[in-house]
Structure formats: C-alpha cells, structure tokens
T-cell receptor
C-alpha cells in the first residue's frame, strides 16, 4: 500500500463523541487526502493538504476538520460524531508534480457511529 | 461533485472473456485515471492517460480517450477471476491537478 497506514482500522463510537483518524505516510509525498466511501456515492473528498499546515476543503467537509503538522501525518477529526458519518474513510497521497499525478491509497478505516 | 459516470454499473463475464467499461466526464481535463478496488481494500492505481493521448496499454489493460466525446474506455483482455473488483475512473480537471473528480464505479464479476 505504498507506505501508507491508517489508524485505527475499525472503530465504533457513540453519537456526540469526538473521533480522530490518523493517516501516516513514509513516501514524503506533498499531497494528502481524506475521502469517505459510501454505497451509491462512490468516493467523496472531505479535505486535502498540499503541504504542512496547508489544507483545503473538499466537497463534504462539514462536520470534519483536519490538521497536518508534519509531512508524514494527516489527521481527520470528527468533532462530534453523527450517525451520518458512519462510513469507510480512506487516506490517499500524491505528488501531483513532475507528471506523477496518481494517488496511492491506504487500507481504510471503517467507522461506525451508533 | 461526481464528474465521471461509469457504464455499466455492473458487469458479469466468464473467465477468458474481455471486459469493457466506459467513463464519461463533463469538463475539460488534464488527465484521466483508472483505479481498481478489491472488496474491502483501498483503491489501486491502474493507468493514467493524458488529455493529448488517445490510447494507452499496460499489460492486459487498454485505455482509450476521446476528448471530443468526453469519454474513456477501459478494456481488460482475457479476464481472470482475480480481476473481480470495482473499477473507477477519475479526472484531473484542466487547471487543477490537486483534486481528482471520481465516478461511481463499475462492479466487475469474472466467473470461473
């Protein structure tokens, strides 16, 4: 999986609790992304980062925040989890320079909010 | 928003047959990419075709791009049971290589 790990891999939490998912890369890629995948919706971008402390919103960013204090780590936080945030979350990395535009994905985190 | 639309949504074939999946998109692009996702796993990049290219090959994969019709096709030749997966197309829109715009995917089942 191209040196990308996600933790935890599975989590069950209750509505209203904060949750943080971690993405860690060893590839030194500049871009990091958080997606969620739900049946019938495909992959939807939540937030992405184009460098340390540089982040931007995706199409479904409400209820999520991110932080990137180091090149290798990108954190996704659900401040107050809701049942609609039950999903599989994928982290991806990319160089997006020098013609290398492909994204490499982590194994995913399955989050259930009860 | 989803730009790519894959067609068909689901495809079932026998081992050894060819599988063709199509992707349509709406705006000008820099490149179009195809990814595979096995059940319960992360996506894996298969092939990228740039907007100035018309055809590209990689092993048993053949991708075509028709920018006038805003469409692409992925052909998998001599399919194997291990090709069973979901296949997604994704595009970098012209002027924006930061974000990929994803389709909803085609689910391919290759029966032994």
């Amino acid at each position: 999986d191209a040196g990308i790990t996600q933790s935890p891999r599975h989590k069950v939490t209750e509505t209203g609790t904060p949750v943080t998912l971690r993405c860690h890369q060893t590839e030194n890629h500049r871009y990091m992304y958080w997606y969620r995948q739900d049946p019938g919706h495909g992959l939807r971008l939540i937030h992405y980062s184009y460098g340390v402390k540089d982040t931007d919103k995706g199409e479904v960013s409400d209820g999520y925040s991110v932080s990137r204090s180091k090149t290798e780590d990108f954190l996704l936080t659900l401040e107050s989890a809701t049942s609609s945030q039950t999903s599989v979350y994928f982290c991806a990395i990319s160089e997006s320079t020098s013609g290398r535009y492909e994204q490499y994905f982590g194994p995913g985190t399955r989050l259930t909010v009860t | 928003s989803q730009q790519g639309e894959e067609d068909p949504q689901a495809l079932s074939i026998q081992e050894g047959e060819n599988a063709t999946m199509n992707c349509s998109y709406k705006t000008s692009i820099n490149n179009l990419q195809w990814y595979r996702q096995n059940s319960g796993r992360g996506l894996v990049h298969l092939i990228l075709i740039r907007s100035n290219e018309r055809e590209k090959h990689s092993g048993r994969l053949r991708v075509t791009l028709d920018t006038s019709k805003k469409s692409s096709s992925l052909l998998i030749t001599a399919s194997r049971a291990a090709d069973t997966a979901s296949y997604f197309c994704a595009t970098h829109n012209a002027g924006n290589n930061r974000k990929l715009i994803w389709g909803l995917g085609t689910s391919l089942a290759v029966n032994p």
